[in-house]
């Protein structure tokens, strides 16, 4: 995998990743896993719109729209980072601390993503993770 100086923002080109089967975890435990199509295109302007295709977890996954980009060590983190939602997740905190908001307020649907993450190596993303947070989850996407 490719490894980013963290904290960094991140210009991000739009892509297309094609995932075949995908894991489902809460409490840290898989939940769920199986094979799946769903095409993920990430259309970069002045946000970033996920918007996923062929999807057989609607009503785990929906397309969202995040307000930034940026690097953690192993990976480039989508982010929304309102000052006041409706979910408690340890990211968005973290973020608040680090980078402060990127909006005033979101309210996010049960199957909305609060954070994405692209898993590149040599430049080619091989692995997507999307984050839940009614109730916390997350959705692993792989090749």
Do not use: W
């Not at 409490?27 to 996923?52: A, F, M, P, Y």
């Not at 969202?64 to 982010?79: A, E, G, K, S, V």
């Amino acid at each position: 995998m490719d490894r980013y100086d963290p904290l960094q923002l991140f210009n991000l080109n739009s892509f297309v990743f094609q995932a075949t089967r995908y894991e489902e975890y809460q409490g840290g435990r898989l939940i769920d896993s199986g094979n799946t199509l769903i095409l993920v295109n990430c259309q970069v302007g002045e946000n970033i719109k996920c918007l996923i295709g062929n999807n057989n977890l609607h009503e785990k996954l929906m397309s969202c729209t995040f307000d930034q980009c940026m690097t953690l060590n192993d990976r480039l983190l989508m982010i929304t980072c309102p000052a006041a939602t409706n979910v408690s997740v340890p990211i968005i905190s973290v973020l608040r601390m680090t980078l402060g908001y990127t909006r005033e307020s979101k309210l996010f649907n049960s199957n909305e993503p609060i954070v994405g993450s692209i898993y590149t190596e040599n430049g080619n993303v091989v692995k997507m993770s999307f984050t839940m947070g009614n109730p916390e989850r997350l959705i692993e996407l792989f090749l």
